[in-house]
């Protein structure tokens, strides 16, 4: 099941580069392919067991035993919620590129590629054979921004591999340490032992590094949180990220920001959190300063913005903050156990929400920015509009929800995630919660900043004649609308499905 | 039967110098290369792991104790099959050579015998023997087809290719040199009864004389595997020569220096590699020095790169930097760091011979240059997708990401070096930094330049023939396949490392 999902992106991009020469037929692979690939997800969603512990579908075989390499794939609730986050927004952004006469078959192939690259990370759990797609998946990032993007995209490009790539050698060269410690490439194994408290003594006992296991513990956490800071991204390493994404094509920012901004916070979940719980928490004051700091400085950054792809690029590295908060406070563990264990759980559900929440809110709004650039003729400036609500009132009314979505307006998707992240956050970190408030406050500021300058006031008389969403646009957005309220409304859909999962994190990290 | 790669080479070399004409001449190459090609993959069918493969055992020169003696064990069958993907391709990409062609193929034929003979020898004066043969036509290769570079048209440029090839030379018998005599010293101290490395591998050379023995004939090999600081003759050398002969220089070549360093000075010499009993500036045995010369071979080769303005001077000196890691993973002395390097070996070979063969024969060939400040204008992308695309891939493979060949060597390298010199991958890490680096502003000037203001479309470049895309595809397909299944190599690899001739190595400072 997994690996067909896998392949199934796969090998439609390359069905998708032979079609090279008919364009139409190329598109119609490509969505074929990219709604199968939903359905896919969905039906794994449909089958798994939420009930059940540990992972479901798995699948191990031997690939090169001497190496620990096993091809080992299997799904818990955060895969799950992953996988079918990933296809709703490829799927997203193909519809958002329907339109777009430059995305031709490679763009097509590109983005199957990505997909694939997404979904094996996504599913993946022994170290080798998930490195594999976590470095394939950025190839064809690096593409996308780099073909198809705005005049600096050659630079934003190249910034973003490189940055990305640092974290990536910084990560292989920790997870050979514990190779070498151990003989361990899988996770799960590695979290076990973690667990047992075994992985810092084999780091010692195996390690001659003339260090304690503690310290070398600490060393490679720092190391591995490098891989997974640049990719979330954490201030201080996110200065690949207003750039990329400003001069990426929006379709690309939807991927980027829907989707592959995931990895990072997956990363967090998948690998710091189980195999390195004890550095988690012995390095839990910096961290949580990092997570504050990726909270409120952007959202400082964001109101500063004149370009509305920076605005809420700014924006998408505050509500991952968010998330890195949540994945934080989930190590504290001071206090009554039953009451802790209850936040760090709220706190961890609240991460998975917002996950979910910010790939569809933040794929969204650059859908719209995409659809309001095609119609400005590529003006995208703050200033540069005024009164829209007047010309355009559908694409206002849809563009408005996405952005109290964005906003954490109760009843939209963006409330449940941020609001269990804060009730966990308070009781255990009261400090960094109370300062993360100030995120959420100018996130208010700068979005209502948006929609007052954007959509009220004056009409501004160039965009008089501006055409309002054609039927087939609307009928694409209705079914992304629908997702934000249904989350909103009804976040038991998620939270009912990723319980035990969350669950067996809190049991993780005590030992 | 494996012995007639060698027979077949002299005789497909001979065949071609009396061809009838230059197609005769080609097709007789080829045909000679695939036979090649095949007698490894028929002897790998026929291999049982772990064992010694006699091919042939003449007494020949009884007085001395000199034999014929051609044996294959797993090391030897890798790069036996290394050199017949490298000749096979070779070919291919030569196929356009209109001068003298049927010279051309004869002294490539006779370099590739010479090449076979050397990975096939088990007696230490045969392999010498063979060392000297592939000598001779490399000089030739480039002094008379060696490509030239535009600015030094006027006059110099035959003068720069034999200033090449001269370098080249001089420094190969340099190294012969130290080898030679340190060959002689072994047979003398041995009681002169015999050169196989049956034989030799089982005398106990006295710990003293070992310790001097060794280092002379390590540098002596390391010469012709692009050591810092005897690396220079390398960047030059594959610059100015034919891209059949740079593929081959950087493809083989460097290994047979490599497998000297592995078969004969560190499995005949293994005491030279302990403790000297001293410290000088840190270091204690001439495994530190070597050490820590492959690891400033790695950075320098990769830093270098990154600042030169020939497109072929880049790969020249990535093939110091890569080589550094075969020299690296040697001097770990650990099972991973071996068999890391002996993978690397084959790795490098393929990717190398795939990234002169898009520099020299795709791109040089059709444009005429190699600046890469005059590529960038052209936007090759566009114009011979096939080769961007295949570049990128090389690239891709160049710098070690998972699902290529290099991941799994150099990952292997480091891990072997992390048990062993844990602070020298630190380096080595950054040295992997600035390969990205490299390989990236490579490929982005030439092949995705912005066009020049004035941009003329006139000349279209001739499209990739057939050769071209074949040559391609088989090294391509030879990275992957090791790539994604190690077992392939190190299932010969590993048997082989602990098989009873290694014993003095693996007794020694094996960890």
Sequence with gaps: ?511 | MLAWTIYLSFAGALAARLAPSKQAARILALVTALAGLGLGLTALAHWQPGTMLTVAQVAWIPQLGISYHLAADGISLTLVLLTGIAATAGILFSWNIEHRTQEFFAFYLVLIGGVYGVFLSFDLFLLFVFYEIAIIPKYFLIAIWGSVPRDAAAGQGGSQREYAAMKLALYSFAGSALVLAGMVAAWTVSGGTSLSFEVLARYPFPAHFQMWAFPMVFVGFAVLAGMWPFHTWAPTGHAAAPTAASMLLAGVVMKLGAYGCLRVAMMLFPAGLGPWGFHVLGLGSWRDVFALLAVIGIVYGATVALVQRDFKFVIGYSSVSHMGFVLLGLMTLTTFGLDGAVLQMFSHGVIAGLLFAVVGRMVYDRTHTRQLRELAPMRLAHAIPFAAVTFILAGMASIGLPGFSGFVAEFQVLVGTWQALPWLVVVAGIGILVGIAFTWRALNLAFFGEPAAHAHEGHRLPPITLPEKLGSLLLLASTLVVGLYPRVLTDLILPSLNSPLFEGLRKGVWR
């Design chain 1, 1 to 511: 099941m997994i690996t067909f999902l896998t392949l199934l992106p796969l090998v439609g991009g390359l069905v998708v580069l032979a079609l090279m020469r008919a364009r139409a037929a190329a598109r119609m692979v490509a969505l074929a392919v990219s709604v199968a690939a939903l359905i896919t997800t969905v039906m794994i969603w449909h089958r798994f067991d939420p009930n059940a512990a540990g992972m479901q579908f798995q699948v191990v075989h031997d690939w090169a035993p001497s190496l620990a390499m096993s091809y080992h794939v299997g799904v818990d609730g955060l895969s799950v919620l992953l996988l079918v986050l990933s296809a709703i927004v490829v799927l997203m952004s193909l519809a958002a590129s329907w339109a777009n006469a430059k995305h031709g078959p490679v763009y097509l192939a590109l983005v199957l590629f990505l997909e694939a690259g997404l979904f094996g990370t996504f599913t993946a759990l022994n170290f080798v054979h998930w490195f594999i797609f976590w470095e394939l998946s950025l190839i064809p990032a690096y593409f996308l921004v780099r073909l198809w993007g705005g005049p600096g995209r050659a630079k934003a490009a190249a910034q973003f591999f490189l940055y990305t790539m640092v974290g990536s050698v910084a990560l292989l060269l920790a997870f050979l340490a514990i190779f070498l410690a151990t003989g361990q490439f899988d996770f799960l194994q590695l979290a076990q032992l973690a667990h047992a408290g075994q992985l810092t003594k084999a780091l010692g006992d195996n390690l001659h590094w003339g260090m304690s296991g503690d310290r070398i513990g600490m060393l490679l956490f720092w190391a591995a949180f490098l891989g997974f800071a640049v990719k979330t991204p954490v201030l201080p390493f996110h200065t690949w990220l207003p750039a990329t994404y400003a001069e990426a094509s929006c379709e690309t920012t939807m991927l980027l920001t829907g989707a592959m901004s995931k990895m990072g916070v997956y990363g967090f979940l998948r690998i710091l959190l189980p195999i390195f719980p004890g550095e988690m928490q012995h390095a839990l004051r910096p961290l949580l300063w990092l997570a504050v700091a990726t909270i409120v400085l952007p959202a400082f950054a964001a109101w500063a913005q004149k370009d509305l792809k920076r605005t809420f690029a700014y924006s998408s590295i505050n509500h991952l903050g968010y998330c890195v908060l949540g994945v934080c406070v989930a190590v504290q563990m001071r206090g009554v156990d039953a009451r802790v264990a209850a936040e760090n759980a709220a706190a961890l559900t609240g991460v998975l929400l917002q996950i979910f929440s910010h790939g569809i809110t933040a794929a969204a709004l650059f859908w719209f920015i995409a659809l309001l650039e095609r119609r400005s003729g590529g003006a995208r400036g703050i200033d540069d509009f005024g009164g829209l609500r007047r010309v355009v009132p559908v694409f206002s009314g849809l563009m408005g929800i996405a952005i109290f979505a964005s906003l954490g307006l109760p009843g939209l998707n963006g409330f449940p995630g941020e609001f269990l992240i804060f009730k966990g956050a308070f009781p255990l970190a009261a400090w960094a919660a109370s300062i993360s408030v100030l995120g959420l406050l100018m996130t208010a500021v700068f979005l209502l900043t948006v929609i007052q300058k954007v959509f009220s006031g004056p009409v501004n008389p160039r965009w008089e004649g501006m055409p309002d969403l054609t039927r087939a646009e609307r009928l694409a957005l209705m079914p992304v609308i629908a997702v934000m309220f249904v989350v909103g409304l009804y976040p038991q859909l998620i939270t009912g499905m990723v319980h035990s999962t969350v669950m067996q994190w809190v049991a993780g990290v005590r030992f």
